[in-house]
């Protein structure tokens, strides 16, 4: 199974700032990686697929980039609205697999 | 408007049975690619199954691989999970969701199980 694993876990920053989550699987998964938000309560929504293209309606202050097995999603300025929790989920493989989680706090 | 609907969440004894529903709307079922994912309190996302648009192919989690069934009715835009001896550890929100480029681009609201006596 491809282990994916998100850093940090937790980030608290300011309205504004560039906020970067990183994402690491155990191998390589080509450009088949996916961010998704989930605010709580709610389901996840798409972001990102294909590791750097921006799902339909999805603010551009997000961007993915990365491939092979080392991925970033980056918050060009954070707003009050982004305050989430963020994860990446490979999909070069089955068992489809999920990183830990980024819980975004915004200050 | 383009959304997915799951039903039949509950509460079930543990070794109990409980059969959950996705209903589609706004797009054509019969040709995407479905999953579930669920997600425990408090935890993170986990894949549960998948099933091909004419579902030719099915995969499950090891964690419910012999016990949980997938399937679809593309007639009826649905999707099924049949879910046999049901634990405690199955406890989570599930989501169904639709698979495009390997991710998921549609989720729906969750339906929740809970397995408790």
């Known amino acids: 199974d491809i282990q994916m694993t998100q850093s940090p876990s937790s980030v608290s920053a300011s309205v504004g700032d560039r906020v970067t989550i990183t994402c690491r699987a155990s191998?390589?998964?080509?450009?088949?990686l996916a961010w998704y938000q989930q605010k709580p309560g709610k389901a996840p929504t798409l972001l990102i697929y294909a590791a750097a293209t921006l799902q339909s309606g999805v603010p551009s202050r997000f961007s993915g980039s990365g491939s092979g097995a080392d991925f970033t999603l980056t918050i060009s300025s954070l707003q009050p609205e982004d305050s989430a929790t963020y994860y990446c989920q490979q999909g070069n493989s089955f068992p489809l697999t999920f990183g830990g989680g980024t819980k975004v706090e915004v200050k | 408007e383009v959304q997915l609907v799951e039903s039949g969440g509950g509460l079930v004894q543990p070794g109990g049975s409980l059969r959950l529903s996705c209903i589609a709307s706004?797009?054509?079922?019969?040709?995407?690619?479905m999953k579930w994912v669920r997600q425990a309190p408090g935890k993170g996302l986990e894949w549960v199954s998948y099933?091909?648009?004419?579902?030719?192919?099915?995969y499950y989690a090891d964690s419910v691989k012999g016990r949980f069934t997938i399937s679809r009715d593309n007639a009826k835009r649905s999707l099924y999970l049949q879910m046999k001896s049901l634990r405690a550890e199955d406890t989570a929100v599930y989501y169904c969701?639709?698979?495009?480029?390997?991710?998921?681009?549609?989720w729906g609201q969750g339906t929740l199980v809970t397995v408790s006596s």
């Open positions: 706004g797009f054509t079922f019969s040709n995407h690619e």
């Open positions: 969701a639709r698979r495009s480029y390997g991710s998921g681009d549609l």
């Open positions: 099933i091909s648009s004419s579902a030719s192919t099915i």
């Open positions: 191998q390589g998964i080509s450009s088949w």
